[in-house]
């Protein structure tokens, strides 16, 4: 590259910091599927009422991006973040802590962690990060954050499933409350970037509302959301109703745990890859081939006997296409519209992906306890990901052309 990655020690800082929110806040997300079993037995919950609470925290999550995405365009990311794992802590403290049943349960672990992770997960942290980039090296830096993501899925399930068989399910949430407190510390790092740089001139005095008139009018936005629904759909009836659909296939224990931790593992993978291939290629293009190779993965898994080497099969090869829609998305928002209200725009695009994995959540649940099966949502993920495939084709990545302001 022409430039350099790392232009500053500020960079470095948001950067790093960025990672180790992404890596605590999506790792501790990502186990919650691992305790289906024990609000089963331990608070009389069914796969309903849990895929509702998952399927509620992913609605909220989607809300509050947005909102923090815009107090992260306003008074900085670091503010914004802190106060979500304040929520984090409060929703797991509600978990474990009680009241935790009935409708408080909702609230806990679907309103409040919800809510928190509309600040802490992903929107607001990659988000932030790319606005210390340019276009030319945004996707490979949003990638890296991606990528921390990764170290948390793979890392998570292994430490919660261990801490699960060893102490119980409520001292384990009691664990996480370390986490959340590393976390907070951590965000106040988050620091803005007192000037924003893209590749074509930015009006500086456009407003909010402006450009969110701007996003809603440009036909490739729309596309974006529409994409990154399926992403959310996906992913979530993966890492909520996985361990329940190995169980149910005779292959209890492990091989779930062994799944996320996989996924974890080889999303560092293609969460890079990817993150590099946006330098390279067109970001629309990528994507399009994202959600056919996720079509094509699960239909083999769902169709082929268990077996722990399907179970290292589709974790592995998931695990690369799972976070690795992040980059190339955020980056065709940024390349559109520019820098300055990215954090805003793009928890608006993460706001589709939730709608995503509230279904994602409540239809995998919900089809198990009327069929008594999975497979009719993952047929549902199949034919999502064939749409997926074909919308992002007529994206236009080119920036939006504007009157040049002088700065």
Request: aromatic residues 16%; glycine residues 12%; charged residues 10%.
């Amino acid at each position: 590259m022409s430039e350099k990655f790392i232009s500053n020690r500020l960079t470095l800082i948001v950067l790093a910091s960025a990672c180790t929110v992404i890596l605590i806040s999506m790792g501790l997300r990502q186990t919650f599927g691992l305790f289906f079993q024990a609000f089963e037995e331990g608070l009389g919950v069914t796969r309903t009422e849990f895929g509702l609470a998952i399927g509620i925290q992913m609605i909220f999550w989607g809300i509050f991006a947005p909102i923090f995405g815009l107090l992260a365009d306003k008074f900085g990311g670091n503010k914004a973040v802190f106060i979500g794992f304040i929520i984090l802590g409060l929703g797991i403290y509600m978990i474990y802590s009680g009241p935790n049943t009935g409708i408080f349960f909702q609230i806990s672990l679907g309103v409040l962690v919800g809510t928190a992770l509309g600040a802490t997960a992903l929107a607001v942290p990659v988000s932030e990060v790319g606005k210390h980039f340019t276009d030319r090296n945004r996707t490979l830096a949003t990638g890296l954050v991606t990528a921390a993501a990764s170290v948390g899925y793979f890392l998570a399930p292994l430490f919660t499933k261990y801490s699960l068989g060893t102490v119980g399910w409520q001292e384990t949430f009691k664990f996480f409350m370390y986490f959340v407190l590393f976390g907070a510390i951590a965000s106040l790092f988050i620091l803005p970037n007192k000037k924003i740089s893209s590749n074509f001139n930015t009006v500086k005095e456009q407003t909010f509302i402006e450009s969110m008139k701007e996003a809603f009018s440009h036909r490739g936005y729309i596309l974006l959301l529409s994409g990154f629904f399926v992403c959310g759909f996906q992913i979530t009836l993966v890492g909520t109703h996985i361990p329940g659909y190995m169980q149910d296939r005779g292959m209890d224990g492990w091989p779930a745990t062994i799944i996320l931790a996989l996924i974890g593992l080889f999303n560092i993978v293609g969460t890079l890859g990817m993150g590099y291939l946006g330098t390279k290629y067109s970001k629309k293009i990528l994507l399009s081939l994202l959600y056919t190779s996720r079509a094509v993965i699960i239909a083999i898994f769902i169709f082929s006997p268990p077996s722990l080497g399907m179970s290292i099969f589709f974790g592995v090869t998931f695990g690369m296409v799972w976070l690795s829609t992040v980059p190339p998305t955020n980056g065709i928002v940024a390349q559109i519209f520019g820098t300055k209200y990215l954090s805003t725009l793009f928890g608006i695009v993460f706001l589709s992906h939730q709608v995503g994995s509230f279904l994602g959540a409540f239809l995998g649940g919900y089809f198990y306890d009327l069929y008594g099966s999975y497979d009719y949502a993952w047929y549902l993920a199949i034919v999502l990901s064939a749409f997926a495939a074909l919308v992002h084709l007529p994206i236009d990545e080119r920036p939006i052309a504007r009157s040049s302001i002088a700065s």
